[in-house]
T-cell receptor
Framework: EAQVTQNPRYLITVTGKKLTVTCSQNMNHEYMSWYRQDPGLGLRQIYY???????DKGDVPEGYKVSRKEKRNFPLILESPSPNQTSLYFC?????????????FGSGTRLTVV | SQQGEEDPQALSIQEGENATMNCSYK?????LQWYRQNSGRGLVHLILIRSNEREKHSGRLRVTLDTSKKSSSLLITASRAADTASYFC?????????FGQGTELSVKP
């Protein structure tokens, strides 16, 4: 089944403790992206990657890092999480940078930073 | 804000009725996409309409696009309880895909 797999689904952590949210897709998609979703603010793009070893900042990149060493994986790293990073996070992929293709989204990771 | 305006913010209807959601935006677009999100889950791509198209159908979904008015609408016909979800428009512009705030649809059996 074609899908984007995120792990974990739920995570509670403490301020300052580094964490990684994994994302993997099995569709050979070139383009991958991370979004966060917050009430009243909608979906905001954190980082995106057009292909292996090519990443770029989205609208809200502060406090996050990403890497794209393999086509299928696009982990999101929070080096020193803070409470304002409590949010619902989504990884998404699409065939390539062409916007003629829709996104396939993962199921989400609900992160709470205390 | 770069995000488009969707209205209504919330819509409650009875099963079998039609549901219409609207999306407006401010600058020119390449295409406009509609997504559905069940509570707390990932978004699911429903339909994409290109800037040179005026109307598109997919099953019970009908999407229209009026580039002169910078607006789009999503019509769900003969709604079902399973259609209960949030619906988002997303517009491709300037190399980005920008999501609206969404419409929460509740379909009562």
């Amino acid at each position: 089944e074609a899908q984007v797999t995120q792990n974990p689904r739920y995570l509670i952590t403490v301020t300052g403790k580094k964490l990684t949210v994994t994302c993997s897709q099995n569709m050979n998609h070139e383009y991958m992206s991370w979004y966060r979703q917050d009430p009243g603010l909608g979906l905001r793009q954190i980082y995106y990657s057009m292909n292996v070893e090519v990443t770029d900042k989205g609208d809200v990149p502060e406090g996050y890092k990403v890497s794209r060493k393999e086509k299928r994986n696009f982990p999101l790293i929070l080096e020193s999480p803070s409470p304002n990073q409590t949010s619902l996070y989504f990884c998404a992929s699409r065939k390539n940078r062409d916007y003629e293709y829709g996104y396939t989204f993962g199921s989400g990771t609900r992160l709470t930073v205390v | 804000s770069q995000q488009g305006e969707e209205d209504p913010q919330a819509l409650s209807i009875q099963e079998g009725e039609n549901a219409t959601m609207n999306c407006s935006y401010k600058t020119s677009i390449n295409n406009l996409q509609w997504y559905r999100q069940n509570s707390g889950r990932g978004l699911v791509h429903l339909i994409l309409i290109r800037s040179n198209e005026r109307e598109k159908h997919s099953g019970r979904l009908r999407v229209t696009l009026d580039t002169s008015k910078k607006s789009s609408s999503l019509l769900i016909t003969a709604s079902r309880a399973a259609d209960t979800a949030s619906y988002f428009c997303a517009r491709a512009q300037g190399g980005k895909l920008i999501f609206g705030q969404g419409t929460e649809l509740s379909v009562k059996p």
